[in-house]
């Protein structure tokens, strides 16, 4: 490894101490650091992390969050995503923060293992990617929105509903949980549809093959508009009328793991507990 790329939360200390101590490792075998952001202007003689930039590796130093943030550096492109888990879940995390050189050891000996996750995008656009998951959601308006799905063309249905999600099989244990989803293991070929709060007694969520399309179209007056969001993050607004395609992309995302550890042990120790 000759270039390695760091991301992390700004307004952290315990992330900016983090990417001090990779800085540090990475420098004393000669590797190139890249960061974005707050990281480029704390840390000496690093390069600045930006689409386009070719690292061989990216460390993520935070919590899921960051994770997903380091897909438009790595998808597609062979790059390892190094997670180390600085949050509460870090369910995408590979190790802990107190095992922080044990994993940068086995990510430079390339001892770890490595999941490709599948990636989705929209409307065939694969610089629109999304690890988790696409949604549309009405955010802080106080009215629901109308929103009717299409599976390959043939409507599902219209939901009255604070918002709608596609998720990836990887989402399934993120914000699609917490709407009502199912746990789906990365490996299962599908995509699932998750009504959020919707108003409507018989709504369920809804898993169709990894072929599909799902369609999205605002049903409301044109004065009413939902925020597009990839993995969290708005990207636009959708009015009355607008329709918008969600399907999986070509390109995949590779995650390090690390050890032997199942993914229902994960599940168990990171979904269970009552605190946050």
Request: proline share 4%; aromatic share 4%; with cysteine.
């Amino acid at each position: 490894m000759k270039r390695c790329g760091i991301i992390a939360p700004a307004g952290r200390e315990e992330s900016a101490a983090a990417a001090l101590k990779v800085h540090a490792w990475m420098r004393d075998r000669a590797i190139d650091v890249f960061c974005e952001g707050f990281l480029h202007d704390l840390l000496p003689d690093t390069g600045l992390l930006r689409r386009g930039v070719s690292v061989d590796a990216i460390v993520a130093l935070g919590g899921d969050g960051t994770i997903l943030r380091s897909v438009p550096y790595a998808a597609g492109r062979e790059v390892p995503v190094l997670g180390i888990n600085l949050g509460n879940k870090g369910f995408l995390a590979a190790a802990e923060s107190d095992r922080l050189e044990e994993a940068l050891e086995a990510l430079l000996s390339g001892e770890a293992a490595c999941d490709r996750r599948r990636l989705i995008h929209i409307n065939g656009d694969d610089s629109l990617l999304a690890l988790n998951d696409v949604g549309i959601l009405r955010g802080g308006r106080q009215r629901l929105m109308s929103v009717r799905v299409s599976v390959d063309g043939e409507k599902v249905g219209v939901y009255r509903c604070d918002g709608i999600l596609v998720a990836t099989p990887t989402g399934s244990t993120g914000y699609a949980l917490s709407a009502g989803g199912p746990i789906v293991m990365p490996g299962a070929a599908c995509l699932e549809i998750v009504p959020v709060c919707a108003h409507c007694l018989q709504t369920r969520p809804i898993v169709v093959p990894e072929t599909s399309t799902v369609t999205f179209e605002m049903m409301d007056d044109p004065e009413m508009e939902g925020m597009l969001q990839l993995d969290g993050k708005t990207i636009d607004t959708v009015r009355a009328g607008r329709t918008v395609d969600i399907s999986f992309s070509d390109l995949k995302l590779s995650l390090i793991r690390m050890g032997q550890t199942g993914y229902f042990d994960i599940v168990n120790r990171k979904l269970t507990e009552w605190s946050i």
